[in-house]
């Protein structure tokens, strides 16, 4: 084995220095000191930064290196030294440097000062120096020049959310609003009964069932999409406490244009710095559109579960296609697992939701020290989501088919008709008549007849099933 002091091994390492003291790294590690005291202080979960996180960072610290390149406030070659290695981040290299856990010092300076490093380290190798000399690029210096975490960690949670909604739910949602479309028209022929209490209930179409779920999520990605709209007022510029203490006097509504026009959303600077790092209610706001939209999802889910149940014991009035074995004892069995999956990760969303509730309201005076917490359970919340409705929608909405035989048995058969009768013999008569059908066994077009209560073409109308399943127009 090789001693540790060879000079083999020495090669092999660097030597860093911060305000502690000096510490040894991997000479090939483009983190810096204070990522290694982070990960040796938080191995706590083994969860790394998200990547749609790490882009928020990244794009941050490209537009404030132009920002500051523009303003004179870096040199030159440094501003593009810097941007050229967040443009190599952002296609996908050094992905692997960015290794801090999700749980870690408040408000999020080790990854912050991990993305720091990792941008002055590679901006060096390209300016032909070496990694760690930051007396040439500093990640304090000048790749965080005129910033603070606190002003950048809520800036990239806003920026890291916008993203995440752009990649996965919106396309998600409006993928699985036109499956949902599609289907209530494939389905309006087909009638079925009701259900309320999981008791009969009067009949409805099938397709009017799939266009009240297109109807939900459609409600749903408004709502999200009015929450979203305070992501885009950023406290970025604000520095420290929100006093915007050594920035350029033009640099915030530059960087905030430069940002804006790198992730395409319009951006601004809010007017009132301090209140924007302060407050974590637009985050709120967002993930609470996202447990309001958890939860009817998990209706939907266990909606079709239940349409599908069966296939001789239950309402099978729908056929979920089979996506794999169900069990790993009974042959032949297929389970909704497409709708089972969704509901799990929707319980986790709620669960984020709440988290991010009382990481809000933990902030102290100029602070909120959970941004980290924050951070992960928002963006994380939207990604699960949008990628559960598109596999949910590719994998099952798409593939549904109906059974229309089953659907009008049940609906003919169903007690709820005597609804229909209410008008015409009294809502007593009609009890009555329900009651009697559930004893002998007789259908209530019997029961009527023979007591005499309508004639036969009168009660032909009043219990015509496509009538009484029309929504009115």
Request: aromatic share 4%; glycine share 8%.
């Amino acid at each position: 084995m090789t001693d540790a002091a060879t000079p083999a091994n020495r090669t092999a390492e660097r030597t860093e220095k911060d305000s502690m003291g000096e510490r040894q790294l991997p000479a090939s590690a483009y983190y810096g000191i204070q990522t290694l005291r982070a990960l040796e202080n938080f191995p706590i979960s083994g969860i790394k930064p998200l990547p749609t996180y790490v882009d928020a960072c990244v794009l941050i610290k490209k537009a404030t290196a132009i920002a500051n390149g523009e303003l004179g406030c870096i040199p030159a070659d440094i501003s593009q030294a810097i941007v050229q290695a967040a443009d190599e981040i952002l296609q996908g290299q050094y992905r692997d440097q960015f290794v801090v856990d999700v749980y870690q010092a408040g408000a999020g300076t080790s990854h912050h000062m991990n993305i720091n490093e990792v941008l002055a380290n590679r901006a060096l190798e390209l300016l032909g120096d070496a990694k760690g000399n930051y007396a040439r690029v500093s990640p304090n210096d000048h790749v965080n020049y005129g910033q603070s975490t606190n002003d950048v960690i809520p800036t990239a949670i806003r920026v890291g959310a916008l993203l995440a909604l752009d990649r996965t739910l919106y396309p998600a949602l409006i993928g699985a609003i036109a499956t949902l479309e599609t289907k209530a028209s494939e389905f309006q022929p087909v009638v079925r009964s009701g259900r309320t209490h999981l008791q009969d209930a009067v009949p409805v179409r099938l397709g009017e069932t799939f266009r009240a779920w297109q109807t939900i999520l459609g409600d749903h990605q408004h709502r999200i999409q009015h929450a979203a709209a305070d992501l885009s007022a950023l406290g970025l510029g604000g520095s420290a406490a929100g006093t915007g203490l050594n920035t350029h006097p033009r640099y915030r509504h530059r960087v905030a244009e430069l940002l804006g026009q790198l992730i395409e959303q319009p951006l601004t600077t809010a007017p009132h710095l301090m209140a924007a790092m302060q407050s974590m209610a637009p985050f709120v706001a967002v993930s609470s559109s996202l447990r309001n939209l958890a939860q009817d999802l998990v209706k939907l889910s266990h909606d079709l579960r239940l349409l599908d149940s069966g296939p001789k014991t239950g309402f099978k009035e729908i056929q979920l296609p089979p996506v794999q074995p169900g069990s790993s004892i009974m042959p032949g069995k297929y389970n909704p697992v497409m709708a089972e999956m969704t509901s799990m990760v929707c319980f986790q969303v709620m669960g984020y939701d709440q988290a991010v509730a009382l990481a809000a309201q933990a902030g102290q005076l100029e602070l909120n020290v959970m941004m980290p917490l924050i951070a992960y359970n928002l963006i994380h919340s939207i990604e699960i989501l949008g990628n559960t409705l598109s596999v949910l929608d590719r994998r099952c909405l798409q593939g549904i088919t109906a059974r229309p035989e089953r659907c009008r048995d049940y609906a003919e058969g169903s007690l709820a008709l005597v609804t229909a009768l209410n008008p015409h013999i009294g809502y007593l008569n009609a009890a009555a008549i329900a009651k009697e059908s559930l004893e002998t066994g007789k259908s209530l077009r019997q029961l009527v007849l023979e007591h005499g209560m309508m004639d036969a073409d009168k009660l032909d109308q009043v219990l015509d099933l496509e009538k009484m399943s029309q929504l009115p127009k």
